[in-house]
Antibody, heavy 119, light 108 residues
Framework: QVQLVESGGGLVKPGGSLRLSCAAS????????MSWIRQAPGKGLEWVSY????????YYADSVKGRFTISRDNAKNSLYLQMNSLRAEDTAVYYC????????????WGQGTLVTVSS | SSELTQDPAVSVALGQTVRITCQGD??????ASWYQQKPGQAPVLVIY???NRPSGIPDRFSGSSSGNTASLTITGAQAEDEADYYC???????????FGTGTKVTVL
């Protein structure tokens, strides 16, 4: 079954850290660029970061640059998001999604994992 | 960074046509893609490129673009089309992505 499954969300205090994971199955993970997108409660979608299929190209939204790190392990079919110096405004459902190289379309999304930053 | 602006909400009578627009400078250089999101669910791609639908998306969904504006049209709206719709494109740098502000579609 072609799917993405996020994990690692939870409650964390401001200034804390959390590592999200996204497990891919049913397709050749190493063929795809991957992205993290988030959605604050009751708000719209916000693109967070993407990583190329080899991991050699990475970009971040200004809102997370310097605090978040995206990475992938193609041998484990997994995508990660290390989140440091967390703020209340980082509270959101975090989705991972795949997109084909040379394409700007997110063809498959996970169901998301909730991150809550609160004291 | 670039922004993509959408109307917050639109309504359409059952079986009628509704058009959702997305405005932004980057749309002069890049196509928008459109995502449908129903409550409690992950977004789903409905339109991409010039006017392409993924497999399984009804042909009542169509897309177009002119200048700095991309549009998603639902021709013959159905009750199940009631959802939030987001456009997405690269920003003006071409290296990052940006989502539109989102449009809530209500089918009356």
């Amino acid at each position: 079954q072609v799917q993405l499954v996020e994990s690692g969300g939870g409650l964390v205090k401001p200034g804390g850290s959390l590592r999200l994971s996204c497990a891919a199955s049913g397709f050749t993970f190493s063929d795809y660029y991957m992205s993290w997108i988030r959605q604050a409660p009751g708000k719209g979608l916000e693109w967070v970061s993407y990583i190329s299929s080899s991991g050699s190209t990475i970009y971040y939204a200004d809102s997370v640059k310097g605090r978040f790190t995206i990475s992938r392990d193609n041998a484990k079919n997994s995508l990660y998001l290390q989140m440091n110096s967390l703020r209340a405004e980082d509270t959101a459902v975090y989705y991972c999604a795949r997109f084909p190289p040379l394409s700007d379309i997110l063809t498959l999304w996970g169901q998301g994992t909730l991150v809550t930053v609160s004291s | 960074s670039s922004e993509l602006t959408q109307d917050p909400a639109v309504s359409v009578a059952l079986g009628q046509t509704v058009r959702i627009t997305c405005q932004g400078d980057s749309l002069r250089s890049y196509y928008a893609s459109w995502y449908q999101q129903k409550p409690g669910q992950a977004p789903v791609l409905v339109i991409y490129g010039k006017n392409n639908r993924p497999s399984g998306i009804p042909d009542r969904f169509s897309g177009s673009s002119s200048g700095n504006t991309a549009s998603l049209t639902i021709t013959g709206a159905q009750a199940e089309d009631e959802a939030d719709y987001y456009c997405n494109s690269r920003d003006s740098s071409g290296n990052r992505y940006v989502f539109g502000t989102g449009t809530k579609v209500t089918v009356l």
